[in-house]
Structure formats: structure tokens, C-alpha cells
């Protein structure tokens, strides 16, 4: 893949990776664009290797979870919801979106339940294209989208 | 498994919307041109670094084969060298002296070919991290 044509790629995907992004870092979004380009760079000088013809949205996402999940390993994270709280009425992001307790009820996710959740409702994969996505078998990605949806429902104080 | 449509309204509804599209793709491009300058640097500093190797090696091979054929090409009654002091190990040594030098040089050769060819392994690791570790 040349060089402009990746840029061609990302401009389209460039939303979508920003927006899974944006979910997984629960709304934090200068954390999420500093791991959009990190990904970008790394799809970047993987693309060589690139040869799934068709699929460069998943292929990215894979790249994106796998910075994620390095992230997360990497750093220190504030968890607790307080924290969570005075981080999210700080970031000028935030200030745009309607919904922040869906980002305090994400918070509370351990990182994989997240990614899942966020793949399965935000950006519409299948199970199966999760599983392939988080490099993980389709049962473990059920359990992930079962026991996050229950965590879910019971942050957001969700009725059936 | 069946989606949560509550959930899936939840999520559809907030999806956000980015203003900074062109600063973010500017940021990209920035950053994958100095990706491509520093992976240029490093692979031309690799490759240098292998010449160099080679040309030790074609060099250091060279030299000592004629060194030690200049040795083994003197006349076998003369030794290399002689000592002043009258003693049977160096009398020994004095006598030897052109197996001693040619047995000396062999080693010194075996020894830079080997560090040449580690180096040159070590470059090619090196070269493979760089394509695959970014």
C-alpha cells in the first residue's frame, strides 16, 4: 500500500477510529487522538504487510485495540468514578456530547468488556468480527458483551 | 445474541462529531513524514554500517592471507625473529618463530571474521526491529 493511498484510507476511517477511540478512553478526547495517531503510525508502517483486501476498517480497529490495551497497561489510570467525574467536566470535549453517563458507566468496564461493548453498539460488528478484532474466540466476546451490558444497564440505572 | 436497543439508542445517539478533521489529518501527516525520515536515516546508517563491515572483512582477509603468505614465503632455516638472552624457552620461541606468527596471524583473522559476521547478524536483527517494532 503506497503512502497515499493510506492517507486516502485514513481520511475516510478517520472518524469511525476516532469515535471507537474516543468510547474506550470514556470521552477523554485529547488521550483518544494521541491514540488514533499512535495507531495510525503503527498501521502505517505495518501496511506493508496489509494484504486483507476489503477489510482496512477492522484491521485498523485491531491496531487501535491492541494501542489501547498497551495504553492501558502502560499508564496509571485514574479508576474511581470520582475521578472520572472531575476528568470528564474538565475536557472541553465533553462539553459537546449529551450523554456523559454513558461515559462514567464505560469507565467502570475493565478495558476488554469495553472495546467489545463499544464494537458491538457503536460501530455495529458482529460477534464474530469482534472476536477477529480482539483477537479473542466468539464465547469470550459473548461473555464480554453479557456481563458489560448487565454492568451497563446497572450504572445507567436502565429498566427492561 | 440479541442487541440491547436501549444500549444501542444510547450509543447511536451520542456518537460525536468531529470539527478538527483536517488539523488531525495535518497532525498525521506530519507525524508519518518523520516516521519516513527517521526509518530513511536508519536504513541508511544500516546499510553504511554493512559496507563498512564488508570492506573490514575483503580488507582484513586480504592483508592477513598476504601477511601470511610473506611469512610462510621466507626461507625456513632463517627465524623471524632472534633474542639477545641465552634461554631454551625463547631459544624454542626464536626457532618456531614463522609456525608461532602464522598460528598468531590464523587466530587474529579467525577472530576479526567471526566479530564481523556477529556484527553483520546483529545489523540484520536490528533491521528486521526497525521494519516490524514501530
Known sequence: ?160 | MEKDKKLEELFLAQKPTFDDKAEFMATVTRRLDAVEFVRQHQENTLRRYKLAMVAAFVVGFISGAVTMAFVLSMPADVPLFTFSVESSILLWIAENSRLIATTALALLMSFGIMSIISNVQDILVLRHKCVLNY
Open chain 1, 1 to 160: 500500500m503506497t503512502r497515499e493511498v493510506f492517507i486516502t484510507q485514513i481520511e475516510r476511517e478517520q472518524e469511525p477510529l476516532r469515535c471507537f477511540l474516543l468510547a474506550l478512553c470514556c470521552g477523554n478526547k485529547s488521550d483518544a487522538d494521541d491514540l488514533a495517531q499512535d495507531a495510525l503510525v503503527k498501521a502505517y508502517l505495518s501496511s506493508a504487510g496489509y494484504q486483507e483486501q476489503g477489510k482496512f476498517r477492522s484491521w485498523l480497529f485491531k491496531i487501535a485495540h491492541n494501542t489501547f490495551l498497551n495504553h492501558k497497561d502502560s499508564c496509571r489510570t485514574m479508576e474511581t468514578l470520582d475521578d472520572a467525574r472531575t476528568l470528564i467536566s474538565s475536557t472541553t470535549a465533553d462539553n459537546a456530547f449529551e450523554h456523559q453517563e454513558l461515559y462514567l458507566a464505560l469507565r467502570t468496564l475493565p478495558p476488554k468488556e469495553r472495546s467489545a461493548i463499544t464494537l458491538f453498539y457503536l460501530n455495529g460488528y458482529s460477534i464474530k468480527e469482534i472476536a477477529t478484532i480482539t483477537e479473542t474466540s466468539e464465547d469470550a466476546v459473548k461473555k464480554q458483551l453479557s456481563r458489560g451490558r448487565d454492568k451497563l444497564r446497572q450504572e445507567l440505572k436502565m429498566e427492561d
